[in-house]
């Protein structure tokens, strides 16, 4: 079954607990944290992330694209993220990192920029919760869907059920109604949409429509029928 996180990138920073609900039947809400150093934008950070946890009953999906992770990321599980992925270009030692932000009690997830490649990382797949494969280039919402990510996401797929692991493999950036299904056929399961949810008319049946093909595609996928 996929899993649809809107990114609040795309919402009105000033309404921030008003567009949290206004996508209530949303899995995980995607919340993009940048520094201006390991990505050239600047978001939000700890405090923001604390009142919007006392704010929605969504989980928090918390994306650091931030420089030395190791000493930030935990400090996002104590603010109340139920995910916490951070980059591995950045961080010093993500073993270590993984194993204590799944201390703390979230899930520990890391995160592959586009020209990252997975194959270096295999044998630390069964310490992570989640896999995120950039679609875009980090720093900014908006962007086109990035085609060349999609043989990562299908040898991804590969390494994950050649371990038996239950790790969950996220794509975010340019995910739309137009590119989710060829995602979805690649291996992905839980899908970051900001603009695709954010810029509709109605943010809700913007994630019902994105779910619904997600849905479709993964039912009837090769990487599926054989898990
Ligand atoms: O991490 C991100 C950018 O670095 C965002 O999550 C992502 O870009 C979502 O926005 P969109 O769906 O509009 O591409
Ligand atoms: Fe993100």
Known sequence: MAQINPSILSADFARLAEEATAVEGADWLHVDVMDNHFVPNLTLGVPIVESLSRATETPLDCHLMIEDPDRWAPQYVEAGAGSVTFHVEAAAAPVRLAR????????????????????????????????????????????????????????????????????????????????????????ADVFVAGSAVYGANDPAEAVRALRTKADGTIASAAWACNH
């Not at 899930?107 to 995120?132: C, Q």
């Not at 280039?137 to 991804?156: H, N, S, V």
């Open 100 to 187: 204590e932000i799944r201390a703390k009690g979230a899930r520990a997830s890391m995160a592959l920029k586009p020209a990252t490649p997975i194959e270096p990382y295999e044998d630390l797949l069964p310490e992570l919760d989640m896999l995120l494969i950039m679609t875009v280039e980090p720093g900014f919402g908006g962007q086109a869907f990035l085609d060349i990510m999609l043989p990562k996401i299908r040898r991804t797929r590969e390494l994950i059920s050649k371990h038996g692991l239950e790790l969950w493999l996220q794509v975010d950036g340019g995910v739309s109604e137009s590119t989710i299904e060829r995602c979805a056929e690649a291996g």
